[in-house]
């Protein structure tokens, strides 16, 4: 028996492998581990079912030059040919042309080592992770208001103690249901919950109030909640004064939020923004967590800072059973950004241009500190660079299927098809690595052991719990590997315990301090919460308790205004798309798609009644969605739970991307996944017969993309369709 952790979400629950019939694996509970207590989801309970399966890769493949498929080839060959024509593109075109993408969902040491690979091995500034797309907006945000960026910092169930917890653009009970639990219990308790999503989810179902605004505006929502508090005179003034700074300006700024102008931008209606503001500024503690729904957009940083600004203005931040949160999405989404593996980052949440903190990773990997190389392009921007003048010309993937999670990901295939070297490593056959022209198969989950950081900060270990397939290796070998073959031995360990050991070193002193943790101690206390900067510091469950992590201490209440989404509706796109997660599926769903256990219906499209009537579409019809970026053809599905003006397609698909916006956030690079403009139509009326791919020519100006200034239509109203639904005004 093994205790471990599931292989999806940031809750990381803890669980029991047990070895089954022939050389299956059963999941077993493992009460004792706090933050799940046993319970797992569905997805946690089928996570062994890639073992044994036939979609498990277990041979590096190359693509053979004559045919143009991929064909079996041996570990030296495949390694041999990735290192040679690595190595001459850089001799060729300089270090930068090749680059490295990570992922949320690699282990701590796993991020490491890829980011001491692409510094140290290649010499490549070009290194960034798919993270970037799920928790940057709120990292960034959390770094300007609070000096640190960790996703809670308290424990989870500090939830239960909270008076009020206002959930922004989180449906928590689908994507991880044993977290569920607080919200049932701070309810007996007689707390509140409120949730603010366009979608009226199963979490909304099990809240007290449910606020249902326009994609997109929820920055809106958050001025115009400060600007009723304010009024009311609910502002902690003592703790404004003392422990923050800049509110004199916000307070200023939120003066022309009135309530009947939110509703305009909003449609949440001023009576309900009313209630809203009541409930937060008469509630003793008050806690507000954002997740996907709030931080997807090209003002996902402004976002997450307006909704700070409320939770600092109430003077939450750092009581107990209260203050401000982000519930990270992926497994490591926390880990994974404390690295090396971002474009700005070393490991220990240092800035990769910062003299200090290259000197001091610099010693640790016994190398100078001018060898490194400086800040490189975020996420979505290295690929967009792909194969074009002056952009990388290899691409090296761990851990992320791009073509299914990028945004606008027709032009991320585009981009992908135009390198001279994609090399992907996975554990099958995912839409990006079917591109490749070198596949490499690697260990799972339950085959190698690693340590993550789930959604507290909470440094957790998953232990191997059964030997891997002949012929797969772990991510840590084939970097080491190939860093043997360019020149570099004994640079990548392939020890997971040693490299944590070293990660450990090279975080020493930096903001994310792991240099007092180690295995032992997590299988012993059921993780150790970060900062843990020596052997006996017991870790660092809640922080900003007596001071922020800023030079001065306080936090920085943050100017921002609204914008509203890069892409508004117009009279040719007229509905709002917007997208997000089921539960039976995982991000790209390149793994849970492959496990039987689990349901796989493929996308669907969500709709009202009332638009759904308009375009004369009744449940189960197949209809289309089109943006300015491509089509996607899929089931309706007909739900008065959805506003009118706004349609959902679950992302888990190819498809979905197809259809999203790559403008991006200017501070955290974050592209607006959460919100374009669409229209939608029968498949009948479209004359499409199938999923279709992309087939209108990229266009990054909008043809109509002046906001209309037109009201929006209020939560439940039942408004003519007839008339388009338009976006929001500023
Ligand atoms: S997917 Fe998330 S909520 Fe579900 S069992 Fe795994 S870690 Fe827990």
Redesign the pocket.
């Known amino acids: 028996m093994t205790n471990t ?9 803890g ?1 029991t492998l047990e070895a089954a019939r022939r050389s299956a694996l059963a999941v077993a509970p493992w009460p004792e581990f706090p933050v ?1 207590q046993g319970a ?6 089928t ?1 062994t079912g890639l073992r044994g399966s036939r979609e498990r890769l277990t041979t590096p493949l190359v693509r053979d030059r004559a045919t143009g498929a991929l064909r079996a080839a041996g570990w030296d060959e495949a390694l041999d040919l990735v290192a040679d024509r690595m190595g001459a593109l850089r001799r060729d075109h300089g270090p930068d042309s090749v680059a490295v993408f990570g992922g949320g969902g690699l282990t701590n040491e796993k991020a490491y080592a890829l980011g001491k690979f692409a510094r140290v091995v290649l010499g490549t500034s070009q290194v960034d992770y798919n993270g970037r797309w799920c928790m940057s907006s709120a990292a960034s945000a959390s770094n300007r208001a609070f000096g640190i960026d960790r996703g809670l910092p308290f424990p989870l169930a500090d939830v239960e103690a909270t008076d009020v917890l206002v959930l922004v653009g989180s449906n928590l009970v689908e ?5 569920a639990r607080h919200l049932d219990r701070l309810r007996e308790r007689g707390g509140k919950v409120v949730v603010i999503d366009p979608r009226r989810t199963p979490t909304a179902e099990r809240a007290d109030v449910a606020v249902q605004p326009v994609p997109g505006t929820d920055l809106a929502l958050a001025l115009g909640l400060l600007h009723l508090i304010d009024a009311a005179g609910a502002v902690d003034e003592e703790y404004v004064a003392t422990r923050t700074t800049g509110f004199d300006d916000v307070r200023r700024s939120v003066a022309t939020w009135w309530p009947e102008r939110v509703e305009r931008v909003t449609g949440v209606s001023a009576a309900e923004l009313r209630d809203l503001a009541d409930l937060l500024g008469g509630a003793g503690s008050v806690m507000v967590l954002t997740a996907r729904g709030a931080e997807q957009h090209s003002t996902g940083t402004d976002t997450v800072s307006a909704w700070i600004n409320v939770a600092l203005a109430l003077g939450m931040c750092g009581k107990p059973g209260a203050g401000y949160g982000c519930l990270t999405g992926q ?1 490591n989404g926390q880990g994974g950004r404390e690295h090396g593996q971002k474009a700005d980052q070393l490991p220990g949440y240092r800035l990769i241009e910062d003299p200090a903190a290259r000197d001091h990773v610099a010693a640790v990997w016994g190398v100078e500190p001018a060898s490194l190389p400086g800040r490189g392009r975020s996420a979505y921007e290295l690929l967009d660079a792909l194969g074009s003048d002056g952009g990388p010309r290899a691409l090296l993937v761990h851990g992320s299927n791009v073509v299914v999670s990028a945004p606008n990901a027709t032009h991320v295939a585009e981009r992908l098809a135009a390198l001279d070297l994609l090399v992907v490593a996975d554990l099958v056959m995912s839409e990006t690595a079917a591109l490749a022209d070198v596949v490499l198969p690697v260990t799972e989950w339950a085959e190698e052991t690693g340590t993550m950081t789930n959604l507290e900060g909470r440094v957790i270990l998953r232990e191997r719990a059964v030997r891997p397939p002949a012929g797969v290796r772990t991510d840590l070998e084939v970097l080491a590997a190939l860093a043997d073959r360019l020149g570099c031995p004994d640079t990548i360990g392939t020890d997971s315990e040693s490299v944590f050991a070293e990660l450990g070193r090279a975080s020493a002193g930096g903001v994310a301090d792991y240099a007092g943790i180690d295995y032992d101690r997590i299988r012993a206390e059921h993780g150790v919460f970060w900062p843990c900067p020596t052997p006996d510091h017991p870790g660092t469950p809640r922080l900003f308790t007596d001071r922020f992590g800023t030079p001065d201490g306080r936090a920085r209440c943050v100017l921002v205004e609204h914008r509203g989404p890069a892409e508004a509706t117009c009279d040719e796109y007229p509905v709002h798309l917007t997208t997000g997660r089921v539960l039976a599926q ?1 991000q790209s769903g390149a793994q849970t798609r492959r496990v039987r256990e689990l349901p796989d219906d493929g996308p669907f499209v969500e709709l009202h009644p009332l638009l759904a009537d308009r375009i004369g579409a009744r449940d189960g019809d197949p209809v289309v969605v089109a943006t300015r970026r491509g089509e996607l053809k899929a089931p309706a599905r007909v739900v008065d739970t959805i506003r009118p003006d706004t349609v959902f397609v679950p992302f888990h698909w190819v498809g979905a991307n197809r259809l999203t916006n790559d403008a991006l956030d200017p501070t955290s690079r974050m592209p607006e996944f959460k919100a374009c403009a669409a229209r939608i139509s029968t498949a009948r009326d479209s004359g499409r017969a199938e999923v279709l791919q992309a087939e209108s020519p990229r266009v990054t100006t909008p043809a109509c993309s002046v906001t209309p200034l037109v009201e929006v239509v209020p939560t439940g109203s039942t408004h003519d369709l007839e008339t388009p639904l338009v976006g929001a005004a500023p």
Not at 5 to 13: A, D, F, T
């Open positions: 952790h599931c292989p999806y979400c940031s809750l990381q629950c669980m799940n797992l989801c569905r997805k946690g309970w996570a994507t991880m249901p044993p977290a497994g995982y």
